[in-house]
């Protein structure tokens, strides 16, 4: 390896030992060799720390860190401090990767000079059976020139776990310890300080879904989203790109109400979920978004509600019709 790896991978480990073998192997079986494999292991109670130590007994580019828990935030910007990579990269330590990923992603970074690239996702179950693709922006083109075209900013995912990023990006940037969505505060921050984006739609990403993280609880800690997007809308006049108030508006849409309203239905308690949906309706006057804007969103190229499955599009029509009625469900 060389003096400065190309890429630093940061796996933060919470009590995952049933998948963190899965994970690493997808990882140091690369076909890109010239990396490093920063895996934090943030508190864990179970046996994670015993296979790590076998990774690392067998593979000199391994670098165990413990800590006590601080959550996902933490244990990332610990590998960030630590990171010597070119690149820096994020796997969470229950999901795995195409063993081409990063080789094809640093290629692409080199081939248009672009300080991130991002490749598509797809979700997977206990079994590893692919049931769900997570495409990101299909119609855009290989290389993203931001100051041409600013679509992707308006319409992204903000997983950490899908992208490459330069690590200069991370001179003035960290996750933001103490919030839910630390991504959704983060990545569009990076975006903005970028010139250029390069993106495969290939799903080299697997995201593990577990059957219990569907009904798991959800609670006022929802209401970090608009925390997170709040940072990004103030960050955004700030930037560069701060003309493209159409893509702003399109970011404060998929993130601020349809991202949101997709994390409420779960919510349990009805006076909860009558506060949060107070919060929401005070967000999308303060932005003055309109029911026609929230119902004509566009990703895609493609309508986002008629794109939907038919039980969640009706879920979202009869929202936005009344959003007292989602107390209902």
Do not use: W
């Amino acid at each position: 390896m060389s003096i400065q790896p190309k890429i630093s991978v940061i796996v933060p480990v919470y009590n995952t030992e049933k998948y963190l073998s899965k994970c690493l192997d997808s990882i140091v079986n690369q076909t890109l060799k010239d990396i490093e494999v920063i895996v934090v292991n943030d508190g864990s109670k179970d046996d994670s720390q015993e296979i790590i130590d076998e990774f690392v007994s067998n593979d000199s580019r391994i670098i165990s860190i413990q800590k006590e828990n601080g959550g996902l935030s933490d244990a990332r910007n610990f590998g960030i401090d630590k990171a010597k990579g070119e690149f820096i990269a994020f796997v969470d330590s229950d999901d795995y990767i195409d063993v081409t990923m990063f080789e094809k992603m640093v290629d692409l970074s080199v081939q248009h000079q672009s300080e991130i690239v991002l490749c598509d996702l797809v979700k997977v179950d206990e079994n590893g059976t692919e049931f769900r693709d997570l495409p990101q922006s299909p119609q855009l083109p290989e290389k993203i020139v931001l100051s041409n075209d600013f679509t992707i900013f308006g319409e992204m995912s903000c997983f950490a776990c899908n992208k490459i990023f330069k690590k200069s990006l991370f001179e003035n940037h960290r996750f933001r310890k103490g919030i839910h969505f630390e991504d959704i505060e983060l990545i569009p921050k990076l975006v903005l300080d970028s010139s250029i984006i390069s993106k495969i739609n290939e799903p080299f990403y697997k995201y593990f879904e577990r059957q219990d993280s569907i009904t798991k609880t959800h609670t006022e800690k929802g209401l970090d989203m608009f925390v997170a997007v709040n940072e990004v809308i103030n960050y955004f006049y700030q930037s560069k790109y701060n003309t493209f108030a159409t893509e702003l508006k399109r970011f404060q849409i998929i993130q601020g109400y349809y991202s949101y309203l997709a994390y409420l239905a779960y919510v349990k308690d009805k006076n909860l979920k009558r506060k949060m949906l107070n919060v929401l309706n005070d967000f999308l006057k303060a932005n003055n978004l309109t029911k026609k804007e929230l119902k004509n969103y566009k990703r895609f190229d493609k309508n986002y509600l008629n794109s939907l499955p038919l039980k969640k599009r009706f879920f979202y029509y009869i929202v936005l019709i009344n959003p007292q009625l989602l107390l209902k469900f």
